[in-house]
């Protein structure tokens, strides 16, 4: 069974033989849950969730430039 790396944790993730890019993996020693972006060799990334791309008001990379503010 090919192996990749966790992104996160750097250690080996057993991916199955057939797997295509686009397919859900989970690494068993930290739980991150990851997808296939690479398959020659086998590359793994973060799964993104769609909830995480919708703004936050608490994320401190939110540009706080008002943008109504007629000061600017």
Known sequence: MPTAI??????EVYVEAD??????????ECGS??????????ELDLKVDSDDDDYD????DYDSYDYDDDRY
């Open 19 to 28: 797997a295509e890019q686009g397919d859900k993996v989970n690494c068993e």
């Open 33 to 42: 849950d990851l997808i296939v972006v690479g398959l020659d060799p086998i």
């Open 6 to 11: 966790c992104p996160e944790c750097d250690e």
């Open 57 to 60: 008001e608490d994320d401190e």
